[in-house]
């Protein structure tokens, strides 16, 4: 692992100025360790968590090239979960309050600038957290070269989920006709993929801030009733235009005292949402 102030000593163009770039810096050095060792090498520039840049790259023992850990960028992970990232596991990360809040009014304002309905917005993410949940998705959406390729497997993904599902055909109509409207949206289609905005950079964000959350045993928040509830709250109204009926936390709180609830308590609620 190498890491600079500036980002602008993140990395050159050809990779072979160690001296100067991070990323070139932490190539030179698992270049020594690749013929005895699985390398995983990481460079890091920047001094404020909203400028960071960061790069990941396996390289395997004994070979000569290395790959982009490309759900690495831009984010720096617990050691673990770079294991994971390697061995093709879903990563799982603890994300606080704060930074779920910080993500939210980021992709509402993003939106906003696609002229996209305040009604439409958290139905757009909501999409893309089921084409999530589709194992194939999740490893090869990385791979697209074009904003039409990305949005064919995003929708193929969607299906794939939904007719799984015990969800009645009329209603899956409806919710991938959804995605046959965001593909007609040109600002979004001519912002490069894997750039800020891009629909790309929409599912990465999920993916790595919101989905471990959702399958991170130890988390002790409901990650996606605080996305939602923030989204919501955004969007102006209470949700419930759109069939998302979230209760107030001190409602639930309250509930919890009444009950007298404690760790060895067990209970069924009939009516879990998220």
Not at 23 to 34: C, E, I, N, Q, R
Not at 42 to 59: H, L, Q, R
Not at 231 to 249: A, E, H, M, N, Q
């Amino acid at each position: 692992m190498e890491c600079k102030k500036s980002t602008t000593k993140h990395s050159s163009e050809t990779f072979d100025r160690p001296k100067d770039f991070a990323v070139d810096s932490a190539l030179y050095y698992g270049k020594f360790l690749k013929d005895d060792y699985n390398v995983i090498v990481i460079g890091v520039s920047g001094t404020k968590k909203d400028n960071i840049k960061s790069n990941a790259y396996y390289w395997q023992k004994g070979h000569d090239e290395y790959t982009e850990l490309k759900k690495a960028r831009d984010i720096i992970y617990e050691p673990e979960n770079y294991l994971r990232l390697v061995s093709g596991e879903a990563v799982k990360k603890a994300i606080s309050i704060a930074e779920i809040q910080e993500l939210t009014l980021e992709m509402h304002e993003s939106l906003r600038t696609f002229a996209v309905t305040e009604q439409a917005k958290p139905v757009f993410i909501a999409r893309i957290l089921i084409a999530l949940k589709d194992e194939n998705f999740v490893k090869e959406y990385v791979n697209a070269v074009s904003f039409s390729s990305l949005l064919s497997r995003l929708q193929y993904a969607i299906s794939n989920v939904l007719e799984n599902s015990d969800i009645r055909k009329d209603k899956i109509k409806d919710i991938k006709s959804h995605f046959d409207r965001i593909g007609r949206i040109e600002k979004l289609k001519n912002i490069p993929l894997w750039s800020y905005n891009s629909l790309s950079w929409y599912i990465e964000e999920l993916e790595k801030k919101i989905k471990p959350m959702m399958n991170f045993v130890d988390n002790t928040i409901d990650a996606l009733g605080i996305f939602y509830h923030e989204f919501i709250k955004y969007s102006g109204g209470d949700g419930s235009g759109l069939g998302i009926v979230l209760t107030p936390r001190h409602l639930t709180e309250f509930m919890c005292d009444l009950a007298e609830i404690n760790k060895n308590s067990k209970v069924v609620d009939i009516c879990c949402g998220s």
